[in-house]
């Protein structure tokens, strides 16, 4: 069923929050793995490129995703939660959703500060709508890079939380999300 139940989410929020998901732990990794090479490493430039093509697919995927829980809704959180852990679910979702489009959007002002396009994968390139003075360039390289440590955090504290509801609480949580 591609639409979600009252009880479970459905086929296409699956794909999409898996997806997702694995591309952000993946740009996570990639940029740290980044931060280390220097100009004359081999994979200098295919990581780079990779990132940012990988980064801007999030951001669509994001968009899909937020268009999708817009027309269709989740199912509600499970009953025997308690307050806390439902102000904390909402809290956790809503920084996960405004990372999934913070992030993307500041490393693609980083990209095309200077007025250069970024490619995707070669198929096509993804124009610079503006160009940044330094002083911006680097508030977008900050807010990244301190929003993509601060979403590393959160995907763990997410993954616990789903795991601690499905072995502890028992209550059903993390199988709304699986196949």
Do not use: C
């Not at 999409?16 to 220097?38: E, K, N, P, R, S």
């Not at 959007?105 to 003075?133: C, M, R």
């Amino acid at each position: 069923m591609l639409k979600n139940t009252e009880e479970r989410y459905g086929l296409l929020p699956k794909l999409l929050h898996w997806f997702i998901a694995v591309l952000i732990i993946g740009l996570i990794w990639l940029g740290w793995y980044m931060v280390d090479l220097t100009y004359y490493d081999r994979w200098y430039n295919d990581s780079l490129t990779a990132h940012k093509a990988l980064g801007l697919l999030v951001l669509a995927l994001a968009l899909v995703k937020i268009v999708w829980t817009l027309v269709n809704r989740p199912p509600p959180l499970v009953a025997t939660l308690r307050t806390f852990e439902r102000v904390a679910a909402h809290a956790a979702h809503g920084l996960l959703y405004l990372a999934m489009l913070l992030i993307p959007v500041t490393g693609y002002l980083i990209s095309t500060s200077a007025g250069a396009a970024v490619s995707i994968f070669n198929w096509f390139d993804v124009p610079a709508l503006v160009v940044l003075d330094d002083a911006s360039r680097d508030v977008a390289i900050e807010v990244h890079y301190y929003a993509s440590y601060a979403v590393a955090v959160l995907v763990v504290i997410h993954a616990l939380a789903a795991l601690k509801h499905q072995f502890i609480d028992k209550d059903g949580t993390l199988r709304r999300m699986l196949w």
